[in-house]
């Protein structure tokens, strides 16, 4: 196969990393009934960074669902991380956990934030910590430190530091975008006047892979993040589509048809050496998708009929149904512990999410939309994010891994579709 | 059957040449093999008789005429598109025609090629879609092949929900979407 591998700087293409127009915004439509009450006292000194990084911390911690900010009033002297908690104070308060922290200036221009987090209801201490971080990423820092008290008290890993990648349509224009979780600080990696589906974060997140149609025709991409190079890695004659990543993050299963049909194939993710493929049918398999210890990939098939989700051993071999509910399951995300399955599943005309406990069996459908698609684990597994459709516009909406806490993602002007959540960021 | 035939002899010719030659070469032997030598005198005591008229076929690219027809709004070659029932990806019979023109076509120009985009309507998974969109365009190719179409002249492949003709989201819309669209080089 002839320029398997090719950098290209398309020329219709703008590929560039720029702020976009619009920022995503997040409205929390159900919130849930158990939700833990915190106190984020303001920390002394943040008034220098020239934003509020307890704002943006407050607002973390309720976007997950599982908290509810506390008012706290004005104190004086502010308290720090060092000031003695008066435990029966915060009670009355009607605080569960406490967080005091400050943010100091260091002599070569940085900031620093210190904090500590408290259980206030078993009256100790969970730990303390300091991040040190420029005037331009305050918010990351806040991101941060969400990350650290979201650990302490619940004592799973935070997301807000991680991003979303996600297209934009407008008319005819598609941008491929991607912002913090929170959906504030979009950026565009390529815009095109073509379509752009199916995008995907490498393992260790700094790379994307996805489709664009800028030939007429499907073409895998790989684009790395850092220099903003793309690389075609999958161009056979015919359609190349779905890629997911294996996770050693130097294989790629795609979709192919260059042999007939709709076929999985594994490829290296450089473009190197030959494909290899792994699916043997006369039907369409695709959506390849590795469970996280990489002994599996989960793919859609219609090979019994109807459009099912099945999963083979990842170097090839027989395919097991998994699905079997219901005459349309399509898109399976395995959840990062294994244990999950989302798919999308119709339902008299609706398109829904639903999870499958994949030691039990037991399927629970988790939205009550009409058109959902792409499902994406947060990498704790806490949330999925999702596309919907809303009032006619395509828009992004987070729900909980259980369906209590749903949120949406509108998006000023233009269609949000096939988001991807990214993995954790070291 | 001409074209092969001289399709045959230009290969022929191609081969004896090392593959080196160019598209003009192909045509240029093409005619050669059926006018007899050029330059070649008639006899002393016969008229001059005028070489017969030769229906030249040039390989190397489409004629003017058949080019023209691809666009000519009165020729059935300037008809791409084949719609579908929903589920459904054979090539209905009012399509028949059309599918045979265009294979006929390909057959009588071996160097023209062709893309054809298969397309779904909106409803249900993006990339399952690229596939079903992909089993409408490998069969609109498949009876083009089987009409005397070259496999090397048609790429199929799949644009899914992606590029709908109506954007609706009723039936009227999405029995628009459903369809191949043939495209010609040149032309994606």
């Known amino acids: 196969m002839p320029n398997l591998v090719r950098t290209l700087i398309g020329l219709a293409l703008l590929v560039a990393v720029a702020q976009a127009r619009a920022q995503l915004e997040i409205i929390v439509t159900d919130p849930g009934a158990q939700r833990s009450p915190i106190a984020v006292v303001p920390f002394a000194g943040e008034a220098a960074v020239g934003s509020s990084l307890t704002q943006i911390v407050r607002a973390d911690l309720e976007r997950s669902g599982l908290f509810r900010g506390v008012e706290v009033p004005p104190l004086a002297p ?22 005091l922290g400050s943010v100091v200036t260091r002599p070569d221009g940085r900031f620093e934030v210190r904090f500590r987090v408290y259980d206030i209801v078993k009256q100790a201490p969970l730990g303390a910590i300091a991040y040190v971080f420029t005037k331009e990423n305050a918010r990351a820092a806040a991101h941060r430190v969400a990350d650290f008290v979201y650990e302490k008290i619940t004592g799973e890993k935070g997301v807000f530091s991680t991003q979303i990648a996600y297209v934009v349509r407008r008319g005819a224009a598609f941008e491929l975008q991607i912002a913090d979780a929170d959906g504030e600080r979009s950026q565009y990696l390529l815009r095109s006047n073509e379509p752009i589906i199916s995008p995907v974060w490498s393992p260790e997140g700094r790379r994307i892979a996805y489709v664009s149609f800028e030939s007429k025709k499907p073409v895998v991409y790989v684009h790395h ?17 779905a890629p997911a990543w294996a996770p050693d993050g130097k294989t790629l299963a795609v979709v192919l048809s260059v042999d007939g049909g709709s076929q999985l194939f594994l490829l290296n993710a450089d473009g190197s050496g030959a494909r290899r493929r792994i699916s043997n049918s006369n039907s369409i398999d695709t959506e390849p998708r590795f469970s996280n210890d990489g002994k599996w990939i989960y793919f859609t098939s219609d090979r019994g009929g109807s459009p099912q989700v099945y999963r083979m051993p990842s170097g090839g071999g027989e395919p097991q149904r998994v699905t079997f509910e219901g005459s349309y399951n399509v898109s399976p995300r395995p959840s990062p512990d294994g244990r999950v399955l989302a798919y999308v599943t119709r339902n008299a005309g609706k398109f829904q999410v639903a999870l499958l406990d994949l030691s039990n069996r037991q399927v629970q459908v988790i939205t009550d939309s009409d058109h959902d698609e792409s499902p994406s684990f947060a990498p704790n597994g806490r949330m999925i994010l999702l596309a919907t459709v809303i009032g006619g516009r395509g828009v992004l909406s987070a729900v909980s891994a259980d369906g209590r806490i749903k949120q949406r993602l509108p998006f000023a002007g233009g269609d949000v579709r096939e988001p991807a959540w990214g993995p954790f960021i070291e | 059957m001409r074209a092969i035939l001289i399709a045959t002899l230009s290969a022929a010719a191609l081969l004896a040449a090392g593959c080196s030659t160019t598209p003009e070469d192909q045509a240029a032997a093409g005619v050669e093999d059926r006018t007899g030598k050029p330059g070649a005198k008639p006899g002393a005591d016969t008229r001059a008789v005028q070489p017969p008229k030769v229906a030249a076929v040039d390989v190397s690219k489409p004629s003017a005429s058949s080019v023209s027809a691809l666009k000519d709004p009165n020729s059935v070659l300037s008809k791409r598109s084949i719609y579908y029932d929903l589920d459904k990806f054979d090539v209905k019979d009012e399509y028949r025609s059309l599918v045979e023109a265009h294979a006929k076509y390909l057959r009588e120009n071996p160097s023209a090629r062709m893309m054809i985009q298969g397309n779904t309507d909106e409803r249900g998974s993006r990339e399952y879609n690229v596939g079903l969109g992909q089993r409408r365009s490998d069969g609109v190719k498949r009876m083009m092949v089987l009409l005397g179409a070259r496999e090397n002249q048609i790429e199929s492949v799949s644009l899914g929900e992606e590029k709908p003709q109506a954007d609706g989201h009723d039936e009227g819309a999405w029995s628009k979407n459903r369809r191949s669209d043939i495209l010609y080089g040149g032309e994606y």
């Open chain 1, 78 to 99: 502010p308290p720090t991380e060092n000031t003695p908690v008066n435990y029966g104070e915060w009670r009355s308060r009607l605080a569960d956990a406490l967080v």
């Open chain 1, 225 to 241: 993040l850092e220099d903003r190079r793309r690389q075609v890695v999958a161009s056979f004659r015919g359609s190349n589509s």
